[in-house]
């Protein structure tokens, strides 16, 4: 005797064998076989939701399979963000991924990750310590990732669009007050018998250049005629190649600076004036540019900041000046003014408190 299928339901019927009853989904060929999808339960009334479950992923165009996590960011690394982002970003992905992304997401199936899977990543990233920034980043990588299995009919729906992203700390980078920047100007101004390190550090405050911005450029970049700095590329450490020369972050990025007279008078100081300002002859490694500069805030006696925090600096200070948000996010290469807003412009109390008194004496 044969399995008893439903009078009207060809794809569902009920197995003699066990008594279970089966619904079947017919994909079709796929990769050279037949592939059909099932689901079953003990009664028929169970079948049903799960049933009509898988009906509607197929009607969405949801190709249900055994892929995980893992091979799903495998698959997306090399068939999509590799080529898309600059080598240096995708190492900086890879990181993210085998760090946290695989260990504790990895073996889930694709197809079954569920929003609250995503939050408890998160959850232990910050029992861990890491800050919201790492959180952050690694959101954004898992968005991005579901969003072409969403795209490719992978999945019904992206799992971590509908969580909330890690909170943005405003000034994540963190800044310079103006008496700070100040003191590290004045130790700046001492260092006549290192025309190379001020200039570096003249470009890195006041300039608003990224560390690979800076130490990829050429002498032939520095426009002295028309007092801008024309940045066109990046150096950046990529493993197994070392430093090499990378397009910028964005078509945005590609910019000419004004330099202000302390940097336009640092450049000039330097004599030898070949190949990469910062080299000479290949770009300067940016593990010895990090610890120089923090050779130099010890000079100054200022927080030990990140470097980013001198790109974060020249925007507070432009602000404070009175420079349009929207001036400032060219003069940085941001692609949009909130990014600007969000990460760089914040003043300080001592400016705050200054405002505030200028308001009183308005008010009388």
Known sequence: MGERRLRGEGSVYQRESDGRWVGVVDLGWVGGKRVRKTVTAKTLKELRPKFNALKKQIDQG??????????WMKHWMAEVAGKKVRP??????QT?????????????RLDKLRPDHVRALYSVMEAEGKSDATRRQVHAILRRALVVAERDGRIASNPAAKVDAPPVGKGSHGKFTLPEAKKILDVLRKMDDEPLGRAR??????????????LGLRWTDIDFTNEVIQVRRAAQRIRGEGIQLVPLKSKSSERDVPMVAPVLAALRAVTEREGFVFGPDKPKDPRRDWHEWRQLLERAEVPMLPLHAARATTASLLSEAGVPDKTIAEILGHSQVIITQKHYIHGDPEIHRAAMGRMGELLG
Do not use: C, F
């Not at 949801?62 to 091979?71: C, G, L, Q, R, S």
């Not at 890195?204 to 690979?212: C, K, T």
């Open 62 to 71: 949801v190709m249900a399979d055994d892929a995980t996590v893992e091979t």
């Open 88 to 93: 240096s970003t995708l190492n900086t992905y």
């Open 96 to 108: 993210y991924i085998d760090k946290w992304i695989v260990p504790h997401l990895g073996k889930r």
């Open 201 to 214: 550090w003249a470009v890195a405050l006041l300039a608003g250049l990224r560390q690979g911005e800076a």
